[in-house]
């Protein structure tokens, strides 16, 4: 007698956060989420950041004026429940961070120890799957992907090689930050700049990404750290996660960077810019040691021209740029969560906030006012937080707390429209 397994992975329907227009708020929508094809995985969402990217994003009229609706969301962290054919990396249950930037493992960057901006990454500039469609319908729309995350979703389907496997007992409401903002920033400082035991940086931008960079310039034994923001109410956090002090320019009438050659005669061995403004990237570069100081570019200035002064670079300044902080994602992360685990780092202060799901537009005019402090998190809705039902029989609590139907009527229903 010959034995077939048939596997039947159905749709699931869920709450998203859905952009259905440039400059519209979200809305949440009852979304259908088919199933992994090959590949690829199904991971239910349990918590996820609002990175200043996605804020950039909504600011943007122009960037993806066409694909829209939209699910929006990278900084995020859940359980792996249904994998497509060929995934033997991950299995379901097992708890996942996910990935912005991949790692296939194959590429030149891949192959090549220093890099880590992996050729998939262009993937997401799709905003689709790799086969071209999009596991997301809503009211009989497709709806696009993006980040190759899309983790404003309860239920989202992400590449095999942009998850990364958590260790079973992390918090994913903590680590998900992992997913973005704290490595990023963190790394920068550690793996890009390389900071040096002794030496003197600046941050450019408290946000959650730059409060990161403070924490990796401490970590690598830097002995000057300071904050640069134009909102003062952060440099209490700023000086909580490391910073030695804390400057406005607004307090000043002169630039910038002439106040901090002022404060440290020579101007400073590291400087990061963690804003996303191109005369401040300009600003951090001048704010460094004319010969051996490095500026590392975090904020992204996608779309904007930088106007620098070729006279900065004669005399041996560095300016470079610097993605996820350097980090082999699929390799790294799993070691970040592990460091955390063992308390060589705290992503405590990084969380002012946490909100349902439901509240996102009011963590966007929070992040719009500075009110929020430094990164946050907004746990879905059917967080329970617990390690049992993490652990437990998780195939059968998802089908009691889900409405599932069959793929092809989803599918069917949602195609018709398009
Ligand atoms: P955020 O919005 O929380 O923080 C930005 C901070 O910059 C705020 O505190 C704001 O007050 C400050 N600021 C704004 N204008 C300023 C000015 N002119 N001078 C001084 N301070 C000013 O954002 P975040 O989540 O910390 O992200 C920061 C940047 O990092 C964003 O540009 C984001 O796109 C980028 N980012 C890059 C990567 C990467 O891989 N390179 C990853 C994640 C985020
Ligand atoms: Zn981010």
Redesign the pocket.
Known sequence: MQIVKVTYIEVIRCRAAILWKPGAPFSIEEVEVAPPKAKEVRVKIVATG???????MLKSKTLHHDRYPIIMGH?GAGIVESVGEGVSTVKTGDKVITL??PQCGECASCLNSEDNFCKQLKQSETNLMSDGTSRFTCKGKLVYHFGNTSTFSEYTVINEISVAKADAFAPLEKVCLIS??FS??FG?AINTAKVTPGSTCAV?????????AIMGCKAAGAARIIG????KD?FEKAKEVGATECI???DYEKP?QEVLFEMTGDGVDFCFE????P??VA?ALASCHESHGVCV?????IGDQLNISGHLFLSGRSLK?????GWKSRKDVPKLVSDYMAKKFNLDPLITHTLNLDKINEAVEF?KT?K????HTIFMSEYLGSRERVCGDRGRQWKESHSWRSHRQATEEGFRTL
């Open positions: 609002f990175c200043g990217t996605e804020m950039k900084e912005f930037l973005c903002g990023t920033g920068a450019f931008g408290l946000g959650g990404v730059g409060m990161s640069v923001d134009i909102n952060k406005n320019p607004q910038i963690v804003i996303g403004n005369e401040t600003a570019i975090v904020g992204l200035t740029g610097s993605i996820f902080g992040m500075g929020w402090q430094v990164a």
